[in-house]
T-cell receptor, first 111, second 114 residues
Framework: SQKIEQNSEALNIQEGKTATLTCNYT??????LQWYRQDPGRGPVFLLL?????KEKRKERLKVTFDTTLKQSLFHITASQPADSATYLC??????????FGQGTELSVKP | SQTIHQWPATLVQPVGSPLSLECTVE??????LYWYRQAAGRGLQLLFY??????ISSEVPQNLSASRPQDRQFILSSKKLLLSDSGFYLC?????????????FGSGTQLSVL
């Protein structure tokens, strides 16, 4: 069956460092991969979409990579700030036309 | 601009009581609509999605049902709630006809079944 896996353990980093989150998937051949941010008690908010023919995509301090051979996406936040603390979710459209989410990784940036 | 409204924000219901959660979208026509559930510390589970009025697809067998009586209205219901129905319920929409588009989420309803 199709699965998406993210680091279940929370990631704690110091302000100013780069945070790197991992998303692995199996039994998929997705054309797109998305990343969302979710704050406690709120709905997810879309951050970035990367296509299979794009190795890397950037938006301000965010960078996403997409390796279709490894079946993995990495999500980087450079110069992290306490305001970046949240849960980050990766998501893929499956063959049935549904957007399926990973369980998310909680990021905590300490001042 | 498009907005999505979901209510109520929190709900405490006894086991065996009925449920009705409502979601409406403004500023767009014929959206795809979705209901997701998120258990504490877990990922989002797709419950239902709809591509048009009266068209509902169910993803998992459960105690819940969904209806779409109007183009931009999506309702999640239950006749008798179970303890296992507790969770954070999220409504979302995406543009019709746009392949693999991003989803726009509502603010969610925290449901506690006691």
């Amino acid at each position: 069956s199709q699965k998406i896996e993210q680091n279940s353990e929370a990631l704690n980093i110091q302000e100013g460092k780069t945070a790197t989150l991992t998303c692995n998937y199996t039994n998929y051949s997705p054309a797109y991969l998305q990343w969302y941010r979710q704050d406690p008690g709120r709905g997810p908010v879309f951050l970035l979409l990367i296509r299979e023919n794009e190795k890397e995509k950037r938006k301000e301090r965010l960078k996403v990579t997409f390796d279709t051979t490894l079946k993995q996406s990495l999500f980087h936040i450079t110069a992290s700030q306490p305001a970046d603390s949240a849960t980050y979710l990766c998501a893929l459209w499956n063959q049935g036309g549904k957007l399926i989410f990973g369980q998310g990784t909680e990021l905590s940036v300490k001042p | 601009s498009q907005t999505i409204h979901q209510w109520p924000a929190t709900l405490v219901q006894p086991v065996g009581s009925p449920l009705s959660l409502e979601c409406t979208v403004e500023g767009t026509s014929n959206p795809n609509l979705y209901w997701y559930r998120q258990a504490a510390g877990r990922g989002l589970q797709l419950l239902f999605y709809s591509v048009g009025i009266g068209q509902i697809s169910s993803e998992v067998p459960q105690n819940l049902s969904a209806s779409r009586p109007q183009d931009r209205q999506f309702i999640l219901s239950s006749k008798k709630l179970l303890l296992s129905d507790s969770g954070f319920y999220l409504c979302a929409w995406s543009p019709q006809g746009a392949e693999q588009e991003k989803l726009f989420f509502g603010s969610g309803t925290q449901l506690s079944v006691l």
